[in-house]
């Protein structure tokens, strides 16, 4: 059993910079590809950024391709969300998901079988 932890959420303004860290327990975090999603209030889970199992194919959504980066350190079990000039509309919980069925990644949440409990990030203008 594969258990995730999120760390790092709060308040940012807007330009700003936050680094959000998911640490993974149990199972096999080097052989995951590892996504990071996010739920706004009212919102339906959305696709934010993905890594490969070995950190080198990483994927973004349109709405944050060159202000976020994702990363992973399979010798600390930990993926990480780099947030540079977040927006107000980045304001979500976010969450790390591992898919371990497979090594490459997938924008639909339905495709990850493991998820963090969530972080507040909230942006302000």
């Known amino acids: 059993q594969v258990q995730l932890e999120e760390f790092g959420g709060g308040l940012v303004q807007a330009g700003g910079s936050l680094r959000l860290s998911c640490a993974a327990s149990?199972?096999?975090?080097?052989?995951?590809?590892m996504g990071w999603f996010r739920q706004a209030p009212g919102k339906e889970r959305e696709f934010v950024a993905g890594v490969t199992w070995n950190g080198d194919y990483a994927y973004y959504a349109d709405s944050v391709k060159g202000r976020f980066t994702i990363s992973r350190d399979n010798l600390k079990n930990t993926v990480y969300l780099q947030m540079n000039s977040p927006k107000p509309e980045d304001t979500a919980v976010y969450y790390c998901?591992?898919?371990?069925?497979?090594?490459?990644?997938?924008?639909?949440?339905?495709?990850?079988?493991?998820w963090g409990q969530g972080t507040q990030v909230t942006v302000s203008s």
């Open positions: 149990g199972g096999t975090f080097s052989r995951y590809a």
């Open positions: 998901a591992a898919r371990s069925r497979s090594s490459s990644v997938s924008g639909s949440a339905n495709e990850y079988d493991y």
